[in-house]
């Protein structure tokens, strides 16, 4: 139980277009998820919270217009990667709560984005 | 401040030998949880371990052992007879009660068994 998906896997994309990356949990209800973003080489910085029909909250230095996440069902979480620039390309990692005061975190497997 | 510290960059081990990888975390909070997972070149975390605050008991599973210990806020990892597997990178991360359970990551110990 208590698995995560994310699609695509990995997904390349031109200068200045959208990209969206779905996060998906499959055998339970997700009030809270998490996005992640990890360069090579370096650990997992948490960009943003999202609670299931309510505006995500980023973190400090994250751009809300350029990373549109919505969280509009208990099993599904979008980010949306706006006008992507190559300094945009990294692993990008959700993670799936069960309740709002668990400790548990579960991770989906990444999303790897790639701007040329 | 950095929460959690893995000031162990990279190691690399010969198969076979034993290595531990150091994580020293800080936190006011009373009530807490310590994990380590390994994330393998796929990118893909894999949860190993999750400790709570109040058990300060040891665990072994397998060849892993960890060793917590709130007097020095550390939550060190052991893998013994390594193997060329066990390569990836290790992070290990807190979870405060009083923040939202919300995680914080270590910078990670990259890990390299030579066979």
């Known amino acids: 139980g208590a698995v995560v998906s994310q699609h695509p896997s990995w997904v390349i994309c031109k200068s200045g277009t959208s990209v969206k990356i779905e996060c998906r949990s499959l055998d339970f209800q997700a009030t809270t998820m998490f996005w992640y973003r990890q360069f090579p080489k370096q650990s997992l910085m948490l960009m943003a919270t999202?609670?299931?029909?309510?505006?995500?909250?980023?973190e400090q230095g994250v751009e809300k217009d350029k990373f549109l996440i919505n969280h509009a069902s208990l099993t599904l979480s979008t980010l949306t990667v706006t006008s992507a620039h190559p300094e945009d390309s990294s692993f990008y990692i959700c993670?799936?709560?069960?309740?709002?005061?668990?400790?548990?975190?579960?991770f989906g497997p990444g999303t790897r984005l790639t701007v040329t | 401040a950095q929460k959690v510290t893995q000031a162990q960059t990279e190691i690399s081990v010969v198969e076979k030998e034993d290595v531990t990888l150091d994580c020293v975390y800080e936190t006011r909070d009373t009530t807490y949880y310590l994990f380590w997972y390994k994330q393998p070149p796929s990118g893909e975390l894999v949860f190993l371990i999750r400790r709570n605050s109040f058990d300060e008991q040891n665990e072994i599973s397998g060849r892993y052992s960890w060793n917590f210990q709130k007097s020095t806020s550390s939550f060190n990892f052991t893998i013994t007879a390594s193997q060329v597997v066990d390569s990836a990178v290790y992070f290990c991360?807190?979870?405060?009660?009083?923040?939202?359970?919300?995680?914080?990551f270590g910078t990670g110990t990259s890990l390299t068994v030579i066979p």
């Open positions: 999202s609670n299931e029909g309510s505006k995500a909250t980023y």
């Open positions: 993670s799936a709560r069960r309740g709002a005061l668990s400790y548990e975190q579960y």
């Open positions: 991360a807190l979870s405060e009660v009083n923040t939202g359970n919300q995680f914080y």
